[in-house]
């Protein structure tokens, strides 16, 4: 666990944890970049529907906007998603919906929701699907300002994957302020998800590195 996930309860804690994870385990299972967002809905189905044998789609308040996946794959057992259409403003009550009828958290005052592809990402497309993780409020600070100057998503883009800057972000919730700072993060993020003998997770954990020191200014 890191600091970030602290002001939980410890049972809350494990469902932060586990939204996160369930991400990262792409990495360490598969050597590739989850997708986490797609341009309609209907890209999303057919990743689904091509990427795992085994799955179930449940709606959220009604599935128009917001829907919970579970995933059954023999190469990580089980997998859980929330996925949310762009537009939709009420993604963080969807998240909190998951984590009281799913995973039985009854304390929803520290909880909160966020998307792991920046949404500004995808200004001109409303109808675009984008999934979300569980954390903490008050955190991902220090985020907006980088994500507002990343390069908008083009017509045809269809699916955006995991990068290391969204990976720091669910991992860390928070921009280190110097280079000490995002060393400190690398070693907690190290201990949190498994790299030894992971040579793609050991380079995707150095384009981390490399990505996000480029945002911290150096005295």
């Given at each position: ?184 993060a690398l070693i907690d993020i190290k201990g949190q998800i498994l790299v030894e003998k992971n040579n793609y997770l050991q380079n995707f954990i ?14």
């Amino acid at each position: 666990m890191t600091n970030a996930w602290s002001p939980l309860n410890p049972e809350d804690a494990d469902f932060v944890a586990q939204s996160i994870l369930d991400y990262i385990v792409f990495l360490e299972q598969l050597r590739e970049p989850p997708k986490v967002a797609f341009e309609s809905f209907t890209e999303l189905n057919e990743w689904l529907s091509g990427e795992f044998k085994n799955y179930n789609v449940q709606p959220i308040f009604g599935g128009r906007n917001a829907i919970r996946v579970e995933i059954m794959d023999q190469r990580f057992t089980y997998l859980e998603q929330v996925w949310v259409k762009k537009s939709y403003g009420r993604y963080r009550q969807a998240m909190k919906y998951v984590a009281t009828n799913f995973h039985g958290v009854h304390d929803l005052s520290a909880l909160d929701a966020d998307h792991i592809s920046a949404r500004i990402m995808l200004t001109d497309f409303p109808d675009s699907w984008i999934a979300i993780f569980s954390t903490y409020k008050n955190s991902n600070s220090g985020f907006g300002s980088i994500e507002r100057g990343l390069p908008k998503a083009r017509k045809g883009f269809g699916s955006i994957a995991l990068s290391p800057m969204m990976a720091f972000k669910i991992l860390t919730g928070k921009m280190p302020r110097n280079i000490a700072d995002l060393d400190h993060a690398l070693i907690d993020i190290k201990g949190q998800i498994l790299v030894e003998k992971n040579n793609y997770l050991q380079n995707f954990i150095c384009s981390i590195y490399n990505d996000v020191s480029k945002y911290i200014k150096v005295p």
